[in-house]
Nanobody
Framework: QVQLVESGGGLVQPGGSLRLSCATS????????MGWHRQAPGKERELVAT???????NYADSVKGRFTISRDNAGKTMYLQMNSLKPEDTAVYYC??????????WGQGTQVTVSS
C-alpha cells in the first residue's frame, strides 16, 4: 500500500511563504497525474496545481504566479512552493497521485493558515 505524507504546513502572515512537501512511501509507476488540492472550511476540495503525465503543469487561476509545483528527480517527493500567501489560501492541503490504472492516492493533509 502506497502512503503519501504531507508536511510543511503552518501559520503564516499574509504575504508570507510556505513550502509543502509530499513524500511517497515508495516509487509509484504508471503515474498519470500528480498534484496538490486544498479544501477550505465549508467548501469543496479544489485543484491547486498539477503535473500531467507529459510533464506539463497546471495551476488554478487563484494561485498562478504565486505557487510553484515541483518534484525531485527520483519521483518520490513533490513540493508546493507558496509565495505571497493570502488569507483566502487558508485550507487543508492534500497531495494526490493518480495512476494510469486510475488508482488514486491521497495524503492525510496539512493545514495552512494565513492570518495576521
Amino acid at each position: 500500500q502506497v502512503q503519501l505524507v504531507e508536511s510543511g504546513g503552518g501559520l503564516v502572515q499574509p504575504g508570507g511563504s510556505l513550502r509543502l512537501s509530499c513524500a511517497t512511501s515508495r516509487k509509484i509507476f504508471g503515474i498519470n497525474a500528480m498534484g496538490w488540492h486544498r479544501q477550505a472550511p465549508g467548501k469543496e476540495r479544489e485543484l491547486v496545481a498539477t503535473f500531467t503525465n507529459d510533464g506539463r503543469t497546471n495551476y488554478a487561476d487563484s494561485v498562478k504566479g504565486r505557487f510553484t509545483i515541483s518534484r525531485d528527480n527520483a519521483g518520490k517527493t513533490m513540493y508546493l512552493q507558496m509565495n505571497s500567501l493570502k488569507p483566502e489560501d487558508t485550507a487543508v492541503y492534500y497531495c494526490n497521485i493518480r495512476t494510469i490504472t486510475l488508482d488514486d492516492y491521497w495524503g492525510q493533509g496539512t493545514q495552512v493558515t494565513v492570518s495576521s
